[in-house]
């Protein structure tokens, strides 16, 4: 088949260099033997490690203080360069800590391919200090680079991670390394196709991206095209479909554990290819170019299903992703059009920039019919996310104590930082409609809240969490191991959750 010059993504997503990237990296814990730069830990108090050979003093006139995530780069004449990087109060390293300082060592050696790091973990443990800094490291040497001539990047060739301490078993540190490059791929492949431009990375593109990271990565995808989701009644993503030259998909993965599962769990994530608004268009703002990134909640996803098998994950996770884009055009629909979601639900469209929640509509009944225990949604949802919390805090609601609880669990684990907002039924009359069984739009406050209570009516009752990552899809600049441009937000937070999910 020959290729359109402005489709550059090869459809089969194996050969995108975000993967490429990891797959290339050679890690290992020991001893550095050809690095290029080498990354030491230091905090703020005690001793200066001796190998920088400089003491407190000097290092500290040098305006390097040990706060975590700084560095400081003390090139040298006859080595390797070595990178003082902050580790704040000793007794207070943590995970967190160790990614950061992973990921600052990788930024303060952008030209370098051979990076090793020698911390001392403190308390952390062994596993979990390898695999944070390793994380760290390969997260914040990711770019987008598919679409350059000439990228002027440089990929991590090799990283060594030194905890100056001895392992009773080798087999443990390989364990943590592996973990890491699994968690970074989650969240690669979300970055990847959440940076993809809408052109390039369709809905159908979408489904044949999954059919492929299914193989590869052990679980089953069932693509389902424009007649088919007409044949099953799912209104909510036709509806935004429709003003679309573009086909929709539903995909749907399927991830079973070996042994007998330890539970269901449903994941929706949204995926709108590219939001335009629809017949309430978006006026032309530079902020918009960003809606190509309207699929974040799917590619995180999917993103983490990449990662269930060889994370081990004992439940049976089941995803559906929700993906179209959102056009205007002679056939769209139109504001005051109703729609009817599977499972008979009429929904009255009072904006046609409300989209997301009509796409995923359709999911939740989709959901509870397969039998899940619990549900948790992820989306792009609202520019009120984005103004209540910032680009650094995704939103958390939903209906359940429990779901809530092990998000909040995940959160901390990952340093994908959440914060619940109350799922607060004094607003739901905003939703009512006059001539259908709700409408999609709620007032001009706590947009947020509204668009989860619409949600909430699909759910029956099933457990369920709902993350709006409309802040947090992407940051203007590189910050910590989350590089500038979309964060994959949510592809490591759900892998951790899926991946210590049981049935209640
Ligand atoms: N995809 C947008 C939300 C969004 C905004 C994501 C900014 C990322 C950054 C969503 O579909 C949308 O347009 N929401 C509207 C809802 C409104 C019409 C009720 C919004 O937030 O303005
Ligand atoms: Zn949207
Ligand atoms: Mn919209």
Redesign the pocket.
Known sequence: MTRSPNKLIPADFATVPGLDALDAAHVHVGEAWDAQAIGIGVPVTGEVPAELGFDREALKNAGFEGAAGTTLVLPRADGPDLIAVGLGEASEVSVATLREAGAAVVRAAASRSRIALRVDAGVVNRVDAISALVEGALLARYRYVPLLSDPKHVPLEALTVDLGTETSDPADDDAAVRAALVTARAAVVARDLANTPPGHLTATDMGEIAMSLGRRFGFDVETHDRDALIAMGCGGLLGVNQGSAEEPRMIVLRYRPSDDPTGRLGLIGKG?MY?S?GI?L?PSDP?HL??K??MGGAAAVLGAFTALRDAGATAEVLGWLMCTD?MPSGSAYKLGDVLTARGGTTIEVK?T????RLAMSDAFALANEEDVDAIIDIA?????A?ISLGAKVAALLGNDERMIGLLKESSATTDEAIWQLPLERRYRTQLDSDIADISN??GPYG?TIT?ALFLDHFTGGTPWAHLDI??T?QTDSDDSWRTKGATGFGARLLLDVARRFTRP
């Open positions: 709108i939001d608004g309430s978006k902020m960003l809606m990134m309207d959102n904006n920039d409300a989209e997301g792009t949802l609202t520019g009120a984005l739009l709620g947009g668009a409309a802040g899809m």
